[in-house]
Every structure is written in structure tokens, then in C-alpha cells.
């Protein structure tokens, strides 16, 4: 395939093992108060601080049927790559901006992505990323946790703004290869993993994770397989969501400059939006 070099397979981390009840009342201490609400139930997840393992974190996740897909709309998730962080770029170019290098800009500016190259991770493989409308899609970015296996596994009982959260959440995507994407679909961990062994030990984990982080639980099936693979990765810490730093602050001196930036249109509660740029006062700054 054009673009693509193979890469050395990863190696899975280690850690010190804890019991269940040590992970769920250290989960409570470190992040209690600095998550968005789920469901009552719900546990939350750890940093990798490299002593709480996935497979313990794994061990509080209720094991349930999956509840009907009647109802799954991707809106439901909210608008698809909002800028919830606030930080004037949406969450599909912040992710691109973390996990490629050698990255260029739209008009030279630090927002939109416009060509970089990918370690791909789920394939060991090396991508060139250009966007256009036929090579965009050679890179796409992959919910490690799917919104439709979400959806089935206890988000219908979370509120828009929770699954929102939940769509853009860093600790939920990774950039990967897209036909890699589109062969994962909305699988969870019994019925499709990454192709690159290597990193399986930490794909799993970061599902485990997004699971606990907003209460959603595992098929018997599901839990079995990515037992089976922590079995062959002791250890494996348990990855968390690492809070955004404060935006910094945006202002667009009009709405030449805000086009330029590559951030037109720009909604109302967006970073750089204020009333001087929505002439008709729509909510839309900068749209026609």
C-alpha cells in the first residue's frame, strides 16, 4: 500500500498489582471530583501512574447482555467533532495534532492539520496524511470504545452532554489507518482487535478504561477476550484521560481573520466567538 513502512510491533508495559478494592477506592481519590458525571454506578478511571492494572480495573465492570440498538443515531453523541475543550480547534484536529508528526497547517496556521505522518499503532504501519477530499480518509480516527458498542453497553441511560463528552474524550481515539477503521466498524474486543499484536495489551486497556470512566459495562464474551489478552501482558496499567490544560485565550479581530484561521464558522460558547462577529445574531459567527 502506497504511503506505509512497517514498524517494529510494541511492547506492553508493566506494573505493580493491586486488588480490586484498592483500584476502585484509589480511582475515587485521584479523580473523583474531576470527571464528567455518568450513571450512579459508575467507577472512574486512573491515570497511568503505572500501579493501577487493567485487568483489576477490569474486574469492576459489570457483565451484562447487550441492550437493543433501537435508537442508535451518531447525533446522539452530539455534533460529530465538536470543540468541546474549547481551544479554538475541533477534537479531530486535536487529535491529529497528538499523534502525528512532522505536521503542517492550513495557511501556516496551528489548528488545522493539513499533512503529517502517522505511526499507526493498530497496524505497525507508517501513513502519509494529506487532506483533500479523496486522501483525507487514508487516516480517520478510530473510537478505541465504538459509539454504537456504547450505546448498547449503558450510554442510552447517559445525558447528550455525557455522551458528547464521550465522543471527544482523548482517552477514547486514536488515529489510524482508515480502511483498518472501517474493517473495526462498532466492534468490541470479542469480535474485532487491531491487527499489530503488540499493541493489543494497551488497546484493551484503554477500553477498559473508557468503560469505567463512564459506567458502561462488558458482554461475558467481550470480558473473556480482553482477559485473555491482559493474561499475556501482567501489568498493563490501566490509561487514563489527561484533563486539557486552560485554553488559551482567542480573539478573531474580524471575520477575514476568523476564515483565514480556518475556523469559520465559529458557534456561540466556541472559543474566539463573540457578538461583534455574529451580525445577525444567529449563535453562527462568521458563516456566510
Known amino acids: 500500500m502506497s504511503g506505509y513502512t512497517s514498524l517494529p510491533e510494541t511492547t506492553p508495559a508493566s506494573g505493580t498489582r493491586w486488588t480490586a478494592a484498592v483500584v476502585l477506592s484509589a480511582l475515587l481519590a485521584l479523580f473523583g471530583g474531576n470527571l464528567p458525571a455518568v450513571a450512579a454506578d459508575a467507577t472512574t478511571t486512573a491515570e497511568q501512574t503505572g500501579t493501577v492494572e487493567a485487568d483489576d480495573l477490569l474486574a469492576t465492570l459489570p457483565i451484562k447482555g447487550r441492550a437493543p440498538k433501537t435508537g442508535y443515531e451518531r447525533s446522539l453523541f452530539g455534533p460529530t467533532w465538536a470543540d468541546v475543550d474549547q481551544n479554538g480547534c475541533d477534537t479531530r484536529n486535536d487529535i491529529l495534532q497528538r499523534d502525528l508528526t512532522d505536521i503542517t497547517y492550513t495557511n501556516s496556521v496551528p489548528c488545522k492539520v493539513q499533512s503529517g505522518t502517522l505511526a499507526d499503532p493498530y497496524t505497525a ?40 463528552a464521550f465522543a471527544n474524550d482523548p482517552l477514547n481515539l486514536q488515529a489510524t489507518d482508515g480502511p483498518t477503521n472501517q474493517q473495526k466498524g462498532d466492534g468490541d474486543a470479542a469480535t474485532w482487535l487491531p491487527p499489530n499484536k503488540g499493541f493489543r495489551c494497551e488497546y484493551v486497556a484503554r477500553q477498559v478504561s473508557v468503560k469505567a470512566r463512564y459506567g458502561l459495562w462488558v458482554t461475558q464474551a467481550e470480558h473473556d477476550a480482553i482477559a485473555g489478552i491482559l493474561a499475556g501482558c501482567p501489568g498493563q496499567p490501566a490509561p487514563a484521560a489527561v484533563e486539557p490544560a486552560a485554553p488559551a485565550p482567542v480573539y478573531y479581530a474580524n471575520c477575514a481573520e476568523l476564515v483565514a484561521a480556518g475556523a469559520a464558522p465559529l458557534y456561540a460558547g466556541s472559543a474566539g466567538y463573540r457578538s461583534g462577529l455574529d451580525g445577525d445574531g444567529d449563535g453562527v459567527a462568521c458563516e456566510g
Do not use: Y
Open 125 to 164: 504501519t507508517v501513513i502519509s496524511f494529506l487532506r483533500g477530499t479523496t486522501t483525507s480518509s487514508a487516516v480517520q480516527i478510530d473510537h478505541v470504545v465504538a459509539l454504537s458498542d456504547a450505546w448498547q453497553k449503558g450510554a442510552q441511560q447517559l445525558s447528550t452532554e455525557q455522551r458528547t
